[in-house]
């Protein structure tokens, strides 16, 4: 079992930034990818982010690319979702989420989580 556990969510105006975290516990946090979702009030959860186990890939929603980037500490078992430049747009619950994979952050994406977290709550006003 992992256990992922979000933080740094709150509310914020447009064009604020905010980071935020997901610390993992349980298995050997680097045979792992990590990603980011989100959902919105009324709509299906989406992708955000994805980055392989080592760091070195990449992957985002069209959406975000720019604004978001996402890192990971494998000493800290922690993964973390920078965002700036938020829009209303941007307010969701986002899930950390973690598979047991060795894939590139861009395949990953197609992929269902084995893990998911408890979820943030992100609010942009206007």
């Known amino acids: 079992q992992v256990q992922l556990v979000e933080s740094g969510g709150g509310l914020v105006q447009a064009g604020d930034s905010l980071r935020l975290s997901c610390a993992a516990s349980?298995?050997?946090?680097?045979?792992?990818?990590m990603g980011w979702f989100r959902q919105a009030p009324g709509k299906e959860r989406e992708f955000v982010a994805a980055?392989?186990?080592?760091?070195?890939?990449?992957h985002y929603t069209d959406s975000v690319k720019g604004r978001f980037t996402i890192s990971r500490d494998n000493a800290k078992n922690t993964v973390y979702l920078q965002m700036n430049s938020l829009t209303p747009e941007d307010t969701a619950v986002y899930y950390c989420?973690?598979?047991?994979?060795?894939?590139?952050?861009?395949?990953?994406?197609?992929?269902?989580?084995?893990?998911w977290g408890q979820g943030t709550q992100v609010t942009v006003s206007s």
């Open positions: 989420a973690a598979f047991y994979s060795n894939l590139v952050a861009s395949a990953v994406r197609s992929k269902d989580p084995d893990y």
């Open positions: 980055i392989n186990w080592s760091g070195r890939t990449t």
């Open positions: 349980g298995r050997t946090f680097s045979n792992y990818a």
